[in-house]
């Protein structure tokens, strides 16, 4: 199994859940994470990754960590100061419509957004709430494009959009999409030589739908305009993960494996979970599995099974704690407080 890992997490994108999975698996595995200095789950976003950020790092003598998973905007010559040169790096897309609905529900404070009543009405004239030199803009406008460390305001020129596309290609190994998270999963599974049950996963920071609006095809339109640099990002390694399964996989062997692991899933949603789903935020009975709450958006939760025997609950348990008490939890592991 491959234990060095640089997942960029792409805000918004299923990437929590993936977050989840390397942890559990870091944990396991009792492997080394790149976390921020303090503790807390940004590596000084929005500001590009710098080595400095992790806590325990020293130029002086550089130590390579297993894992750099926390929210940061992606800068590889920093990156690669903090892991070993044979670390596999992939990352997670997701279509910007929906991306953007996402962003709008839970970065309903950000200064591009506060003002505007709806998605529709921002879209209408996004320049009248949109100002690119606002400190949190990124998270109105290609956000993914951000992420990768690109600037979201550039032209869409074909020139820059190629050099943009061919940066990501050099740098990743693979790019998963969360429209199709269960193929992704496998593909993963398979790059870094793991077993189904590390990559087996609950779906989580997920909202419930009431918070959820349908768009028009004139709003899927604009979107599409407004976050142009994010629809080629997601257009181009959407046909470039087909073409991986066809090539390396066969969309039957695919069909199979998907089964395998979703049946997987099943068996543990029975065995751990109370009522086999996910729980609005209120009738969350275990306060410390309550995931964040944030902007308008209603993130759901778990509760597990009462009785389980000690070893099944902690697998369990691990399965639905929630990304922050999560890496607040293994944080304190990596760097336990000396006694006075």
């Known amino acids: 199994p491959k234990t060095d890992i640089v997942f960029l997490k792409v805000h918004k994108s299923a990437s929590s859940t993936v977050m989840n999975i390397l942890f559990r698996f870091g944990e396991t595995h009792n492997l080394t994470f790149a976390f921020p200095i303090g503790g807390g789950n940004q590596l000084f976003y929005p500001q590009h990754f710098m080595a400095r950020f992790v806590q325990g790092f020293s130029p002086k003598s550089p130590q ?53 009543r709806s998605l529709e009405e921002f879209l209408s004239q996004p320049y009248h709430y ?71 996963s609950f779906p989580l920071n997920i909202r419930d739908n009431s918070t959820k609006s349908p768009l028009s095809n004139t709003i899927v339109e604009k979107i ?43 068996e543990l949603a029975r065995t751990c979970l109370q009522g086999m789903g996910s729980v609005a935020p209120k ?14 958006a209603r993130i759901l939760g778990y509760n597990l099974k009462q009785g389980l025997d000690k070893e099944t609950e902690l697998m369990c348990r691990r399965l639905v704690t929630p990304e922050l008490q999560y890496s607040s939890a293994l944080y304190k592991k990596q760097f336990p407080q000396k006694p006075p």
């Open 130 to 200: 949109y100002n690119p030199t606002d400190s949190n803009r990124h998270y109105a406008r290609n956000l993914m494009t951000f992420d990768f460390g690109f600037n979201p305001d550039g032209e869409v020129s074909t020139r820059r959009v190629r050099l943009m596309l061919e940066a990501i290609e050099a740098s990743f190994d693979l790019l998963l999409i969360s429209e199709y998270f269960d193929e992704s999963m496998v593909l993963l599974k398979e790059k870094l030589c793991w077993d189904l049950d590390s990559i087996v």
């Open 283 to 296: 009738d969350i009975k275990d306060s410390s599995l309550r995931p964040l709450q944030h902007g308008n």
């Open 64 to 116: 390579h960590f297993n894992i750099l998973c926390h929210h940061m905007r992606f800068l590889q010559p920093e990156v690669q100061k903090v892991v070993s040169p044979s670390a596999i790096y992939f990352s997670i897309l997701r279509n910007p419509v929906h991306l953007m609905e996402s962003s709008f529900a839970y970065y309903k404070g950000t200064s591009a957004f506060s003002r505007a």
């Open 224 to 266: 599409k305009d407004w976050n142009r640099l994010d629809w080629e990002i997601y257009t181009h390694f959407n046909r470039t993960f087909w073409e991986r399964i066809d090539r390396d996989f066969g969309r039957e062997r695919m069909q199979r494996e998907v089964k395998v692991l979703r049946e997987r899933q099943a």
